[in-house]
């Protein structure tokens, strides 16, 4: 009977050599809590899952809605649970995506470059560029980031990830010790002192940090106040009204006036005291003016009297209804009332710089 040769090593005698084969960790999916369920999700990610099968959309559904619900307070927990969605739904670019900030998030920043840049090929999306960046810069790679941030053309990205990746590309110019550049990098129109966005506090912070690495101190703690209050006036603004920019007002308070000497005071007090003296007596004046006026004037206003009739036969009461109408009408007592609200409105994000 013919031997055949042993194929794949299985039964094969140990021969005294390590067994190099890579061996994969076993991965352990966190437990889903039982009030969690796939709608939680937003409705643009849920529909990127419709092509998986519904148990696995299901799944990975729920553990992206507990990324969501933990990458504030236990990010850890959360790469876990973006880990579980893509073992289960890993061509699906949303899920990609979740697993990069995640991983950014905890610091692995290879990962969360090696995973923004799938997301990356599979939608074809640009706006997660000023991630990528700063994950290089994680990396010690501030050359390679801004080699990434000049790859993409900045104009055609929406103001915030632009603005964003302003941002990213300044903080690799202080990376490579050039604050000069890096101050550079932030002249974008959006640095706008007097109006503030969703990604004004962290525009005008790095505005800040700049300014603090050239020594111009005190201009850096102007923006960084400016920062605090961005963030307040925002704050505010989401409670009372969801608004999404409010105005910034500067004002500087009105110096106080010298105090005067005791000499002083009471020449200013003389001086009023003379002032009111002088009003007393052209109020004694007055009405002898106006009765002199009147007496002289009142034969010549009794002519008129006998010819008012005249003037008030062409006014029918068709004709004088309207005015009334008009002065009373409601709509102008809204228009008031609205002209009101508007003004609270301006009042109530507006803020003013000490």
């Not at 067994?19 to 994969?24: E, K, N, Q, S, T």
């Not at 969501?68 to 880990?83: G, S």
């Not at 991630?131 to 980031?145: F, Y």
């Not at 505010?236 to 005791?262: D, M, Q």
Request: charge should be negative; glycine fraction near 4%.
């Amino acid at each position: 009977m013919r031997n055949h040769a042993q194929r794949g090593g299985r039964d094969r005698e140990d021969d005294g050599m390590p067994d190099l084969r890579p061996v994969r960790e076993r991965f352990r999916a966190p437990d889903l809590p039982a009030d969690v369920t796939p709608d939680e999700l937003d409705g643009i990610a849920r529909m990127q899952l419709k092509t998986l099968q519904k148990e696995n959309a299901d799944v990975a559904a729920m553990h992206l809605a507990m990324t969501a619900r933990l990458i504030d307070d236990d990010p850890e927990l959360a790469h876990q649970h973006a880990l579980a969605a893509s073992r289960t739904a890993g061509r699906i670019g949303v899920v990609r995506e979740t697993l990069g900030i995640t991983a950014y998030t905890t610091g692995d920043f290879a990962l969360a470059l090696r995973e923004l840049r799938t997301y990356r090929r599979i939608t074809g999306n640009d706006d997660q560029i000023p991630l990528m960046v700063d994950c290089e810069r994680g990396l010690s790679r501030p050359e390679k980031a801004l080699e990434l941030a000049r790859s993409v053309d900045a104009s055609k990205l929406d103001t915030e990830v632009r603005v964003e990746l302003a941002i990213a590309k300044s903080g690799a110019r202080l990376d490579l010790g050039q604050a000069q550049e890096a101050l550079e990098e932030l002249r974008i129109p959006e640095l706008d002192r007097t109006r503030a966005f969703d990604y004004s506090p962290a525009l005008f912070a790095a505005h800040a940090t700049v300014l603090e690495e050239l020594g111009r101190t005190e201009e850096s703690a102007e923006w960084f106040a400016l920062s605090d209050k961005a963030v307040d006036a925002l704050e505010n603004a989401y409670l009372e009204k969801g608004t999404e920019e409010v105005s910034i007002e500067e004002e500087r308070l009105p110096e106080p006036e010298p105090e005067l000497e005791p000499e002083q005071e009471q020449e200013s007090d003389e001086a009023v005291a003379d002032e009111v003296v002088v009003d007393e007596a052209v109020a004694d004046e007055a009405p002898v003016e106006v009765e002199e006026a009147a007496a002289d004037e009142s034969p010549v206003e009794a002519a008129p009297v006998e010819e008012a009739p005249v003037a008030e036969a062409p006014v029918s009461e068709d004709e004088a209804a309207p005015v009334a109408e008009v002065s009373e009408t409601p709509a102008d007592a809204a228009g008031a009332a609205d002209a009101d609200d508007a003004e609270d409105d301006i009042a109530l994000f507006d803020f003013k710089e000490d």
